[in-house]
C-alpha cells in the first residue's frame, strides 16, 4: 500500500501548528468553540467501526470491519463504487462526505458492554469519531447506543435482533438497519403455518438472557395467533456450552416442533445436540418433528454444518437476493475478498454509506441534522428493495427473508436457502406496540 | 509527614505526582504523529488507569498481605457499580452518594462472603470465592434482570432511564453524573503547540480518592494490623498456637478489600452511568489477580503499575489495525512494507490476546517480582553503572514475592 | 423414572468429560505440585488435532467444472480430496468418516509432546515458585494456546462430526421395557461414556499395577524420600505430565462430534474443572473422577423443568452452590488429603 492516509490528526496537526505560529500569545486555548461533538476541522473525517475482534464473534466482526472498509473506498471514489451506482439517493459524489475525505478508526468490543463502551469512548475521545457503526449483540447494541447518546455521536447498530433496541431502549442518536425479534415472527409465521400446518406443539429453547427473552415472547405470541400451542419454555444459561440435558426431555413432551432461541455458540451447540438424539428423524403426534432456528446468520449456519439442513429460520438479508443493489454489493464484496458476504456485513456497509447519504442531504455532520436527515428517509437500492427508517422509534423496515438449510448445497456459501422474501408490510407494526412500549426516543443530542 | 517514614512519603509523592500530571506524561507524543497511536492521555483511558489501580490496591490488601487468593473480587466491584447506579436511578445524579454507598454495599457482601469463605484457607478459599462471585454474576445476568423484579437489567447493563425517580435530581442540575454541579464528563483541553492535553474532571475526582485510599494503603501496610496479615502468610498455624485468633485479622483484612472494590465499581459508575453484569464473571476476577501479580504481590505501587498495564493494552494495541500498520511503515519500499505489516498483523488489532498473553509470560519468567521487581533491576543496574562497582546489592525497598 | 434414567445418562456424559480434565489436571498437581491454568487449552488442542486430521483428510486438488457457476458467476471450483483420488470414491470417503476415531492415533503422540515439552521447556522452572506465578504463566500460556488456534483456525465453531454409523440416536428405552421415544440417546455420547470410563480406568491400573506407577504413586506421597533412595523420580514426574496432556487431550478429541471445538472452549471448561478438583478434594484422583460425575449429574438435574420451576435459576448456580455446600461441610473436598493446597 502506497496510500500515505493523511489522518485527521495530521491535519489538525498542521492546522494547530500554523494557529499557534499565527497567535503566539494565547497559546493556552481551549478548544470548546466547536459546535458539536468531534466537528470535522480538516479535510478529512473518522468514522468509528466498533466490532467484536475477539471472544466467540469475532469471526462475525471480522466480516463487518471487511465491510466498512469496502464502503469507505466506495465513499472515497475507490473501488467500483458497490451500491452507490444502485443507491435511489443520488446525494453521494465519490469524493469522501461533503468533500471530506474518510478515514476509519477500529476497536473490539469483546461482546461486552463495558469493552464496548470502552473502545467506543476512546474512538470518541481520542481518535475524534464522528460516528459509531457495527456491534454483534443487542446488549452491546443498546450500551453503545446510551454512550452516544450522551456523548453527541450518531450510532449505527450493526447486528441486533432484540426488541429493545428500537424499543424500551431507543435513542434519539441511535439507527437500527437490522431487523428485529418482532419482524422474525411476522415473517416467520405463515410460512410455518403453510409447511408445518396450524396444529402444532412447540417447545421452545431460549437463551436465558434479554435478547432471548423477547425473541420467544415473539415467536411464541405469532405462533400462537395462528393456533399453535406452547408446551414449553425453558431457560438456558447463557455459559452453556452443552444442551444434552435440555434436549434430551423434548421428545417425550408431547411437542412436535422445537424452537431454538438461541443465537452464536448456543445456537450451534443446540441444534447440534438437538441433531444428534436425531429429534428430526422422528415422528411425534403423527407429525414429522421439526425445528425451528428464528434468527440464522451465515457465520453461524457454516458452524452447525450439516445440521441445519431442512431448518427453517429467518434472515436480515441474504448474498442470493436478485436485486441491484444486492448484486452491486456481493460483486464488489466477493471480487475484493473471495468469499460472499454476510448479512451483518451488509447491514454495516449499508449503515455507512446510508449515514454518509444523510450527512450530504444534511449538509452537516451536526448529528441533529443527520438524524434528521435519517429520520422518515425513503430508499432504495440498498438491499431488500424499498425501505424506511421510521422517525418514531429509528428502526428500519424493509422485506424480511424466511430461509432453510440448503439438502444440497453445492459450495460452502449456499448453505441457506431463501425460502420466502416477507413483503415490508407484514412485518410492520405500530410505535407503540406493548412489545415495545415503555422507551423515550428523547432528543437528539448534539454534543455542545 | 502525615505519619509515614521518609520513603513512604516519598513514594507518596511520586504517585501524587504521577497521578495529577498524567494527562501530560500520557501525552508524549504530539497529535497526528505516526506514535500519537500510543497516547493514552484521554480521559475515559486515564479514569481506568485509576479505577482498576483502586482495585488492585485493596485486592493486593488481601493478597499480597495475606496470601489468600481470592477469585471472586468482581463481585464487589459490580455490586459497587449496581448500588452507584441505583443512587443514580433514585436519588440524584449526585456522585457523592452514589460512590458513599457502593462503598458501604460493597462492604456489607463482602462481610458475608468473607465470613463464610474464610473458614477455609488456601485452594478451598478461593474456590469458594469463585463461586460466590460466579453465583453472583449469574443471577445478575439472568435471574434478577426478569421483568418482575429487574433490578440488574441483565445483558444490557443497569441505566438511568428518563422515568427514574431521582428525587432529589434539581431541576438545573446536570443530566449526568455530577459533584456538586461539576459534570464528570466536563474536559478542558490544552493546545500545546502541536500537543493537545485533557484535563478531565472525572478523572481528577478519581485521582484524589487514589491518593486517598493509597495513603490508607501504606498506613495499613505499616500498621501492627499489616504485620498481623504478614503474619498471617508467613505461618498461620504457628500464629494460631500462640494464642492469637487471626480469624477476625483476616475479616477486616477481606472487608477491607472488598471495599476498595465496591469503591472503585462506584466510580466506574460515576463515570460512566452503566453497569453490565460483565463486571462480575471469573474473567474480571482473574484480571485483577493478574494486574496484582504481574505489578508485584505485596508491593505498594506494584498492583497499580500491573492494572496500567494491561489497561493500556486492552484499550490501545486492540486499536491498531492494518491501515495504521501501513501508514507506519509507508516509507519502506512496497514489497518490504508488506512483510513488516504481515509479520507485525497477528500481534496487533485482533490479535492483542495474544501479546498480552506472551507479555504474562514473558514478566513472570524474567521478573518473578513483577513490574516493581523490573524497575528495581533498572535502578539497580543503573547505580552499579554509576558507581563503577558492584559493591551493594540493589537497594532491596520492598519484598519482591 | 424415563426422565431420571435420562438426566442420569445426560449427567454421566458431561460428568465424563469433567472426570476427564480434573483427573488430568490432579495428576499434574499431584506429581508436580503445579497449579495448571493451560489444562483447558490442552483439552482444546485435543479437539483441535481432530479438527486437522480432518482437514488434513480433506485436502483437495481443484478442477474447474465449467458446467456450474460460483456465487460471482466464475466456472465452479470443485474440490476433490486426495484420499478419494488414491484410495478410490469409496474408500477414501470411509477413511474421511472415520476422522474422528483416526485422530486419536494422531493426538497421543501429538499431545504426548506437546505435554513434555511444556513441562521441560517452562512447568519446571516453577516448581519452586509460589502458585500465583504458576498460575500467571500457565494462564498466559494458555491465552497464547488459544489465540494461535484462533490465527489458524478462525473463531467460528468448525464441526467434527462422528462416523456415520456412530452417529444418530438409539431408543434405550425399548430395551428395558419402556415405550417408544421414552430413552433416546445419541450413540457417540455412549461411545464417549465408555471412552472415559476406558481411560481412567486404564490410568488407574497403569499407576496400581506397575511399577512406574508405584513410584509415581510413591513420589506423590513423598518426593524427597524418593528422590533419597536415587530413583529420578523427576523423569517419571515428566512423563506423567504427559500422560495427563494426553488425557486432556483425548477427552477434546472426543468431545469434537458432541459439540464443535471453537478456539475458547478450553476456557470453558477452566473453571468448571478446577471447582470439580477441588470440589473432589485436591491431590486425591479418585475424589477428581467422582466429583466429576457427581457435579454432572446434578447439573443435569438441575436444568430439567421440575428444578427450575421450584427454584428459578437453579440451573445456573447449581454448580458453585453444590461446591459451596461441599466444601463448608467436608473441609477439604470429598477424598482430599490434608495439607494439600491449604497454604
Known amino acids: ?448 | 509527614m502525615l505519619g509515614l517514614n521518609k520513603k513512604d512519603t516519598s513514594l507518596l509523592i511520586v504517585v501524587a505526582l504521577l497521578t495529577m500530571l498524567a494527562p501530560f506524561i500520557l501525552n508524549p507524543f504530539p497529535e497526528g504523529s505516526a506514535m500519537a497511536q500510543f497516547n493514552a492521555g484521554y480521559p475515559d483511558l486515564m479514569q481506568r488507569f485509576v479505577i482498576f489501580g483502586i482495585f488492585a490496591i485493596g485486592f493486593n490488601i488481601l493478597f499480597g498481605l495475606t496470601g489468600y487468593l481470592s477469585f471472586g473480587h468482581a463481585a464487589f466491584l459490580g455490586v459497587g457499580s449496581y448500588s452507584a447506579v441505583w443512587m443514580f436511578k433514585l436519588l440524584s445524579y449526585n456522585v457523592v452518594p452514589a460512590i458513599a454507598l457502593s462503598v458501604v454495599v460493597a462492604g456489607l457482601f463482602s462481610l458475608l462472603i468473607g465470613f463464610v469463605s474464610l473458614r477455609r484457607s488456601g485452594i478451598y478459599f478461593s474456590i469458594l470465592t469463585l463461586a460466590f462471585a460466579q453465583m453472583s454474576f449469574a443471577l445478575a445476568y439472568s435471574v434478577l434482570s426478569n421483568p418482575k423484579f429487574n433490578l440488574t437489567n441483565g445483558e444490557t447493563g443497569l441505566q438511568v432511564y428518563a422515568d427514574d425517580p431521582q428525587i432529589l435530581q434539581g431541576a438545573n442540575a446536570p443530566d449526568l453524573p455530577h459533584l456538586f454541579g461539576l459534570p464528570m464528563r466536563s474536559t478542558y483541553t490544552m493546545d500545546l503547540g502541536a500537543w493537545s492535553f485533557d484535563f478531565n474532571a472525572g478523572y481528577y475526582l478519581c485521582a484524589v480518592v487514589l491518593m486517598v485510599v493509597f495513603y490508607l494503603a501504606i498506613r495499613i501496610f505499616r500498621s501492627p494490623f499489616g504485620m498481623m496479615l504478614r503474619a498471617v502468610k508467613s505461618n498461620q498455624q504457628r500464629m494460631n498456637y500462640t494464642g492469637l485468633n487471626s480469624k477476625p485479622y483476616m475479616l477486616a483484612a477481606f472487608v477491607i478489600s472488598g471495599m476498595y472494590a465496591g469503591l472503585a465499581g462506584g466510580l466506574m459508575a460515576a463515570m460512566d452511568p452503566l453497569a453490565g453484569a460483565e463486571r462480575m464473571q471469573w474473567t474480571a476476577s482473574g484480571e485483577v489477580v493478574l494486574m496484582t501479580i504481574l505489578g508485584g504481590t505485596g508491593t505498594l505501587i506494584g498492583p497499580v503499575l500491573g492494572a496500567g498495564f494491561i489497561k493500556y493494552f486492552e484499550n490501545i494495541f486492540s486499536k491498531i489495525n492494518d491501515n495504521v500498520l501501513h501508514s507506519w511503515f509507508s516509507f519502506l519500499p512496497d514489497g518490504l512494507e508488506d512483510a513488516v505489516v504481515f509479520v507485525i498483523h497477528p500481534f496487533i488489532g485482533k490479535g492483542w490476546h495474544l501479546t498480552l498473553g506472551i507479555l504474562f509470560m514473558l514478566v513472570v519468567i524474567y521478573l518473578p517480582g513483577g513490574l516493581v521487581e523490573g524497575g528495581q533491576r533498572l535502578r539497580g543496574w543503573f547505580r552499579r553503572k554509576k558507581k563503577g562497582a558492584d559493591d551493594a546489592p540493589s537497594g532491596k525497598t520492598e519484598p519482591a514475592e | 423414572m424415563d426422565a431420571i434414567l435420562l438426566q442420569i445418562l445426560n449427567g454421566l456424559d458431561k460428568g465424563s468429560a469433567y472426570a476427564l480434565i480434573a483427573l488430568g489436571l490432579t495428576l499434574i498437581f499431584g506429581t508436580l505440585g503445579v497449579v495448571n491454568f493451560a489444562h483447558g487449552a490442552l483439552f482444546m488442542i485435543g479437539a483441535f488435532c481432530a479438527v486437522s486430521v480432518q482437514k488434513l483428510l480433506n485436502l483437495s486438488f481443484v478442477t474447474l467444472d465449467e458446467t456450474q457457476k460460483d456465487f460471482l458467476g466464475n466456472p465452479l471450483k470443485v474440490e476433490t480430496p486426495y484420499v478419494q483420488s488414491w484410495f478410490g470414491p469409496e474408500v477414501g470417503a470411509t477413511i474421511i468418516d472415520w476422522s474422528v476415531p483416526l485422530a486419536i492415533l494422531f493426538a497421543i503422540p501429538i499431545m504426548l509432546m506437546v505435554g513434555y515439552v511444556m513441562e521441560r521447556g517452562l512447568i519446571k522452572h516453577f516448581y519452586k515458585r509460589p502458585h500465583a506465578d504458576q498460575i500467571l504463566v500457565t494462564f498466559g500460556l494458555a491465552i497464547v494456546m488459544q489465540e494461535v488456534v484462533k490465527y489458524f483456525f478462525g473463531a467460528n465453531p468448525i464441526q467434527t462430526p462422528p462416523p456415520e454409523a456412530l452417529s444418530g440416536s438409539v431408543d434405550l428405552g425399548i430395551m428395558i421395557g419402556f415405550d417408544t421415544n421414552a430413552i433416546i440417546y445419541p450413540i457417540w455420547r455412549l461411545v464417549y461414556f465408555a471412552f472415559a470410563v476406558g481411560i481412567i480406568g486404564a490410568v488407574f491400573s497403569f499407576l496400581q499395577f506397575t511399577t512406574f506407577g508405584m513410584v509415581v504413586r510413591a513420589g506423590m506421597a513423598d518426593r524427597e524420600t524418593v528422590g533419597l533412595l536415587g530413583i529420578n523420580i523427576d523423569r517419571r514426574f515428566t512423563i506423567m505430565f504427559g500422560i495427563a496432556a494426553a488425557v486432556a487431550g483425548l477427552a477434546g478429541v472426543m468431545y469434537g462430534p458432541l459439540n464443535p471445538p471453537n478456539y475458547h472452549m478450553g476456557m470453558d471448561f477452566l473453571v468448571l474443572s478446577f471447582v470439580v478438583v477441588v470440589v473432589g478434594g485436591m491431590g486425591s484422583l479418585p475424589g477428581a473422577v467422582l466429583a466429576g460425575f457427581l457435579l454432572g449429574i446434578l447439573e443435569s438435574f438441575a436444568s430439567t423443568t421440575w428444578a427450575t420451576t421450584t427454584i428459578p435459576g437453579i440451573n445456573q448456580i447449581i454448580i458453585y452452590l453444590v461446591a459451596i455446600i461441599v466444601l463448608l461441610t467436608r473441609p477439604r473436598g470429598l477424598m482430599g488429603r490434608k495439607g494439600v493446597m491449604e497454604e
Not at chain 1, 49 to 68: H, I, K, R
Not at chain 1, 86 to 92: E, H, Q
Not at chain 1, 182 to 188: D, I, T
Open chain 1, 1 to 448: 500500500m502506497t496510500n500515505k492516509s493523511v489522518t485527521r490528526r495530521g491535519v489538525l496537526k498542521s492546522g494547530a501548528v500554523a494557529g499557534t505560529g499565527l497567535a503566539l500569545p494565547t497559546i493556552f486555548t481551549a478548544s470548546s468553540a466547536a459546535a458539536y461533538t468531534n466537528e470535522p476541522t480538516g479535510s478529512s473525517v473518522v468514522l468509528g467501526f466498533n466490532v467484536p475482534q475477539t471472544g466467540p464473534y469475532a469471526e462475525e466482526g471480522n466480516d463487518e470491519l471487511l465491510a466498512q472498509q469496502l464502503a469507505v473506498e466506495h465513499l472515497n471514489g475507490e473501488g467500483d463504487g458497490g451500491c452507490m451506482n444502485t443507491f435511489s439517493s443520488k446525494a453521494l459524489k465519490g469524493n469522501g462526505i461533503l468533500g471530506k475525505k474518510v478515514e476509519f478508526v477500529t476497536g473490539d468490543t469483546q461482546t461486552k458492554s463495558d469493552a464496548a463502551r470502552a473502545s467506543a469512548k476512546s474512538m470518541i475521545e481520542k481518535d475524534g469519531a464522528i460516528m459509531i457503526n457495527g456491534g454483534s449483540s443487542s446488549g452491546v447494541a443498546v450500551a453503545v447506543q446510551g454512550l452516544c447518546q450522551e456523548a453527541g455521536v450518531i450510532f449505527m447498530a450493526g447486528l441486533t435482533h432484540a426488541n429493545d433496541t428500537t424499543g424500551k431502549d431507543k435513542k434519539a442518536n441511535g439507527f437500527r438497519h437490522f431487523f428485529n425479534a418482532y419482524m422474525s415472527g411476522a415473517a416467520l409465521a405463515p410460512v410455518l403455518a403453510a409447511e408445518m400446518g396450524k396444529e402444532r406443539r412447540a417447545y421452545h429453547l431460549t437463551a436465558d438472557y434479554n435478547w432471548g427473552w423477547t425473541q420467544e415472547e415473539s415467536i411464541v405470541a405469532s405462533t400462537e395467533a395462528l393456533g399453535w400451542e406452547t408446551v414449553n419454555t425453558v431457560k438456558t444459561p447463557l455459559a452453556s456450552t452443552d444442551f444434552s440435558s435440555y434436549i434430551a426431555p423434548v421428545l417425550n413432551s408431547g411437542a412436535d416442533v422445537l424452537v431454538l432461541n438461541h443465537y452464536g455458540g448456543n445456537m450451534v451447540n443446540s441444534l447440534t445436540n438437538a441433531i444428534q438424539f436425531g429429534l428430526l428423524d422422528k415422528v411425534a403426534n403423527g407429525k414429522d418433528f421439526k425445528i425451528v432456528v428464528p434468527l440464522y446468520s451465515e457465520l453461524m449456519a457454516a458452524g452447525a454444518g450439516e445440521n441445519i439442513k431442512g431448518v427453517l429460520g429467518s434472515m436480515n438479508w441474504n448474498w442470493q437476493l436478485q436485486d441491484e443493489g444486492t448484486k452491486a454489493f456481493v460483486k464488489s464484496f466477493g471480487e475484493k475478498y473471495g468469499k460472499p458476504p454476510s448479512n451483518s456485513a451488509q447491514t454495516c456497509y449499508a449503515q455507512t454509506l446510508l449515514y454518509a447519504d444523510a450527512v450530504e442531504r444534511a449538509g452537516t455532520f451536526n448529528p441533529c441534522g443527520v438524524a434528521e436527515a435519517l429520520e422518515d428517509f425513503e430508499f432504495d437500492g440498498l438491499g431488500n428493495g424499498p425501505t424506511w427508517y421510521r422517525g418514531a422509534d429509528h428502526q428500519c423496515f424493509k422485506d424480511v427473508l424466511v430461509v432453510r438449510g440448503n439438502e444440497n448445497p453445492t459450495n460452502a456459501y449456499d448453505t441457506l436457502e431463501i425460502v420466502e422474501i416477507t413483503p415490508r408490510a407484514q412485518v410492520e407494526y405500530d410505535p407503540e406496540h406493548p412489545m415495545f412500549a415503555g422507551g423515550e426516543l428523547g432528543k437528539c443530542n448534539s454534543g455542545a
